[in-house]
């Protein structure tokens, strides 16, 4: 698979990462540990090199299960994990990037993942009870003592990601970004251009929805973060079939599928964006692989670009308390 740089310090990841979280947090029901563990396997034997997890997946569950599929694959892979909540009873309680936290998170996630030094490692969400130039200083203070290779930010505004990266070079921002959420595009995304700072993008395919295979009849099970999304309601699952017939006009033309194409749109975006797609299925693991190599064309994205702006997306991407979590 081609490589692409995140950030300017030297990170080269694999243009298509894997998004590990849906394993065993969020999208209920999970698959058995044995099966996510052949799945990281079989991506690695396809060419992905990045795998996305967090202390919060599970949580510490899906760290385990990532740390154990790539032990033998020390040095040919990069894990990216992230620090910046309470945990408490198996509950994420709110958001804690005080120091000894982050430090604490670091030394755990260090043998959760069965490492010497965590690849990357990002805030998860801004806490504004610290400033992030103390987070900043504490992940420089980890990446000297050689426990961290690279720091990244995840859901961060522009004025953060600019006082962090003063601080400590910030090599990758992690933020939702696809066909149907492109709120970054109008300041964070010429930001981390301007400052040489990579895209992770994750749920490029927007949580499914963009694959085509889920409508308003579409149901989820218990413990399934769609069911608690306003764009998942059936009235906005409906109103948005329009970014789904745009998808699927272009997948008949170009032989693919939708979630190819809208896979492949996210990378034609700038050349320095890495999207993470999760997957517990192996048709679906090779299906979005595919779309490294699926071209769209200049008047193809120019197509897609005036007919998606006249397409009006209902519903939003979260809950208004989880929103005003994001920092954004």
């Not at 696809?178 to 993008?201: C, D, F, N």
């Not at 927007?206 to 309601?233: C, Q, W």
């Not at 948005?240 to 996210?266: R, S």
């Amino acid at each position: 698979m081609q490589k692409r740089k995140l950030g300017n310090q030297g990170l080269e990841v694999s243009a298509i990462g894997l998004g590990c979280m849906g394993m065993n947090f969020s999208y209920a029901p999970f698959p058995e540990k044995k099966d996510s563990i052949n799945l990281i396997h079989q991506a690695v034997e396809q060419g992905i090199t990045f795998f996305d997890t967090a202390e919060v997946y599970g949580p510490y569950t899906n760290e385990e299960v990532v740390g154990e599929a790539l032990e033998s694959f020390k040095g040919k892979v990069t894990i990216a994990t992230k620090f910046g909540f309470n945990i408490q009873d198996g509950k994420m309680m709110g958001v804690n990037s005080r120091p000894e936290n982050i430090r604490r998170v670091a030394e755990a996630s260090l043998k959760r993942l069965r490492v010497d030094v965590i690849d990357l490692f990002y805030q998860h969400r801004v806490d504004v009870n610290v400033p992030i130039e103390d987070v900043a200083g504490t992940v420089k203070d980890l990446i000297k003592e050689g426990k961290v290779k690279y720091f990244g930010l995840s859901e961060a505004g522009a004025n953060t990601i600019r006082k962090a990266h003063a601080v400590q070079p910030v090599t990758a921002l992690q933020s939702e970004y696809s066909m149907w959420t492109r709120q970054h595009e109008k300041e964070i995304i010429p930001t981390i251009e301007e400052l040489g700072i990579g895209l992770v993008a994750f749920s490029p395919l927007g949580k499914g929805f963009l694959t085509g295979k889920i409508d308003e009849k579409t149901s989820f099970a218990a413990g399934d973060i769609r069911n608690a999304i306003p764009r998942f309601t059936e009235d906005a699952r409906i109103a948005n079939k329009a970014l789904l017939d745009l998808l699927n006009h272009f997948a008949e033309k170009k032989n693919a599928t939708n979630a190819q194409i809208a896979l492949a749109w996210v990378l034609a975006q700038k050349p320095w964006i890495v999207p993470i797609p999760g997957t517990t299925k192996l048709h679906r693991l090779t299906e979005n692989i595919g779309a490294a190599t699926l071209q769209l064309t200049k008047d193809e994205l120019n197509e897609i670009e005036e007919a998606s702006s006249k397409i009006q997306i209902v519903g939003t991407r979260y809950g208004e308390a989880a929103e005003k979590a994001t920092g954004l």
